[in-house]
Protein backbone atom coordinates (compact mmCIF):
# COMPACT_ATOMS: atom_id res chain seq x y z
CA UNK A 1 0.00 0.00 0.00
CA UNK A 2 0.79 3.67 -0.87
CA UNK A 3 0.77 6.53 1.51
CA UNK A 4 0.37 9.88 -0.03
CA UNK A 5 -0.12 13.15 3.25
CA UNK A 6 -1.07 16.23 2.88
CA UNK A 7 -2.58 19.05 4.50
CA UNK A 8 0.08 20.85 6.32
CA UNK A 9 1.36 24.33 6.27
CA UNK A 10 1.75 27.26 8.34
CA UNK A 11 -0.43 28.05 11.18
CA UNK A 12 -1.05 30.62 13.98
CA UNK A 13 -1.22 29.15 17.84
CA UNK A 14 -4.95 28.59 18.70
CA UNK A 15 -6.02 27.25 14.67
CA UNK A 16 -6.68 24.55 12.85
CA UNK A 17 -5.54 22.11 10.00
CA UNK A 18 -6.94 18.83 8.42
CA UNK A 19 -3.96 16.82 7.76
CA UNK A 20 -5.32 13.74 5.25
CA UNK A 21 -4.01 10.57 4.09
CA UNK A 22 -4.63 8.94 0.98
CA UNK A 23 -4.44 5.31 0.31
CA UNK A 24 -3.60 3.55 -2.66
CA UNK A 25 -2.73 0.00 -3.89
CA UNK A 26 -4.77 -1.85 -0.89
CA UNK A 27 -7.77 -1.64 0.41
CA UNK A 28 -7.31 1.15 3.75
CA UNK A 29 -9.79 -0.96 6.13
CA UNK A 30 -7.59 -4.19 6.14
CA UNK A 31 -5.53 -1.97 8.33
CA UNK A 32 -5.45 -0.05 11.63
CA UNK A 33 -4.18 3.74 11.01
CA UNK A 34 -1.99 5.44 13.00
CA UNK A 35 -0.59 9.37 12.77
CA UNK A 36 2.97 9.90 14.24
CA UNK A 37 4.76 13.71 14.33
CA UNK A 38 8.68 14.19 14.22
CA UNK A 39 11.14 16.88 14.88
CA UNK A 40 14.50 17.08 14.47
CA UNK A 41 16.60 15.30 16.92
CA UNK A 42 13.53 13.47 18.27
CA UNK A 43 11.84 9.96 18.20
CA UNK A 44 9.17 9.96 15.99
CA UNK A 45 6.33 9.81 18.25
CA UNK A 46 2.84 8.35 18.52
CA UNK A 47 -0.03 11.06 17.52
CA UNK A 48 -3.37 8.68 17.45
CA UNK A 49 -4.56 5.63 15.96
CA UNK A 50 -7.55 4.28 14.57
CA UNK A 51 -9.31 1.02 14.40
CA UNK A 52 -10.40 -0.49 10.71
CA UNK A 53 -13.86 0.65 10.38
CA UNK A 54 -13.23 3.44 13.01
CA UNK A 55 -15.32 2.12 16.08
CA UNK A 56 -12.10 2.85 18.16
CA UNK A 57 -9.03 5.53 18.30
CA UNK A 58 -6.31 6.49 20.56
CA UNK A 59 -4.47 9.61 21.32
CA UNK A 60 -1.05 10.32 22.80
CA UNK A 61 -2.08 12.47 26.00
CA UNK A 62 -0.34 15.92 24.46
CA UNK A 63 -3.30 16.06 21.81
CA UNK A 64 -6.53 14.31 23.70
CA UNK A 65 -9.60 16.82 23.08
CA UNK A 66 -7.66 18.96 20.43
CA UNK A 67 -7.02 16.19 17.39
CA UNK A 68 -9.39 14.09 15.86
CA UNK A 69 -8.83 10.80 13.90
CA UNK A 70 -11.29 9.80 11.44
CA UNK A 71 -11.51 7.52 8.34
CA UNK A 72 -13.58 7.24 5.29
CA UNK A 73 -12.33 3.92 3.83
CA UNK A 74 -14.87 4.25 0.61
CA UNK A 75 -12.87 7.11 0.07
CA UNK A 76 -9.79 5.15 1.03
CA UNK A 77 -8.39 8.18 3.68
CA UNK A 78 -7.84 9.04 6.79
CA UNK A 79 -7.50 12.22 8.33
CA UNK A 80 -6.29 13.78 11.29
CA UNK A 81 -8.46 16.99 12.49
CA UNK A 82 -6.06 19.03 14.57
CA UNK A 83 -7.14 22.08 16.75
CA UNK A 84 -6.30 24.69 19.40
CA UNK A 85 -2.40 24.07 18.07
CA UNK A 86 0.19 25.15 19.83
CA UNK A 87 3.60 25.96 18.75
CA UNK A 88 5.17 22.53 20.15
CA UNK A 89 2.76 20.82 17.51
CA UNK A 90 5.34 21.84 15.10
CA UNK A 91 6.48 18.65 13.52
CA UNK A 92 6.45 16.74 9.92
CA UNK A 93 3.59 14.29 10.07
CA UNK A 94 3.61 11.19 9.22
CA UNK A 95 0.49 8.35 8.89
CA UNK A 96 1.16 4.81 8.69
CA UNK A 97 -0.44 1.62 8.84
CA UNK A 98 -0.20 -1.00 11.22
CA UNK A 99 0.92 -4.26 11.06
CA UNK A 100 -1.76 -6.94 12.24
CA UNK A 101 -0.05 -7.44 15.97
CA UNK A 102 1.79 -4.88 18.20
CA UNK A 103 0.71 -1.78 19.95
CA UNK A 104 -0.96 0.79 18.84
CA UNK A 105 1.11 3.86 19.91
CA UNK A 106 4.77 1.69 19.03
CA UNK A 107 6.40 3.17 15.68
CA UNK A 108 7.85 -0.46 15.03
CA UNK A 109 4.67 -2.00 14.77
CA UNK A 110 3.54 0.01 11.81
CA UNK A 111 4.71 -1.21 8.51
CA UNK A 112 3.57 1.34 5.56
CA UNK A 113 4.09 4.76 5.96
CA UNK A 114 4.09 8.23 4.05
CA UNK A 115 6.06 10.71 3.30
CA UNK A 116 5.48 13.10 5.60
CA UNK A 117 4.07 16.55 5.94
CA UNK A 118 5.04 19.52 7.37
CA UNK A 119 3.54 21.60 10.33
CA UNK A 120 4.58 24.59 11.95
CA UNK A 121 2.55 26.33 14.38
CA UNK A 122 3.74 30.06 15.08
CA UNK A 123 3.19 31.95 18.39
Known amino acids: VQLQASGGGLVQAGGSLRLSCAAS????????LGWFRQTPGKEREFVAGISRFGSSSSYADSVKDRFTISRSNAKNTAYLQMNSLKPEDTAVYYC?????????????????WGQGTQVTVSS
Open 25 to 32: GRTLSDYV
Open 96 to 112: ATKRPSGSWSRRDDYEY
